[in-house]
């Protein structure tokens, strides 16, 4: 079964996506002024643990996603990028693993444009927990995003 969350913001666009009530969602929190909502999840196994956030952007997507990975501290065992869309916005997938001291982790991330704002939801397994059915979830929680009242054009 799925739940709705739903994110209004003063000023900006209303923002609501669906979940598993296999997820634990904690209070929203605001990070300041770069990334406006910050709201963490946690799967109940205790295996899974990601976010969802908004950004105010100040550069293109491509741009903000090609200065992540170039000044990352992860060490990339494997890394996949993919393009989609969704609700006619530009959406960008990375899933990888990455080194840790301790272990390997999987990582997914989904980073999807809206002018001058940014959504991502983002999800951590330690790999030999990693299944399938993370993607999925993930997969659907994105595909369930709605926004309403367009964020102006960074551009």
Request: charged share 30%; hydrophobic share 35%.
């Amino acid at each position: 079964k799925w739940e709705t969350q739903k994110i209004e913001q003063l000023d900006l666009s209303e923002i609501q996506f669906r979940y598993p009530q296999t997820l634990r969602l904690d209070e929203i929190r605001t990070l300041g002024s770069e990334i406006t909502i910050h709201l963490n999840y946690q799967h109940n196994n205790n295996k899974m643990f990601g976010f969802f956030q908004v950004w105010k952007m100040k550069q293109p997507l491509k741009d903000f996603l090609s200065l992540s990975k170039k000044y990352s501290s992860m060490t990339f065992e494997s890394f996949h990028e993919t393009s989609f869309k969704v609700q006619q916005l530009d959406g960008v997938m990375w899933e990888y693993v990455f080194l840790t001291k301790m272990r390997d982790v999987h990582g997914l991330e989904a980073f999807i444009e809206n002018g001058d704002e940014m959504y991502r939801f983002t999800m951590y397994i330690d790999e030999e927990n990693y299944k399938p059915t993370y993607k999925k979830m993930l997969q659907k929680m994105v595909q369930s995003l709605r926004v309403k009242g367009k964020a102006d054009s960074a551009e």
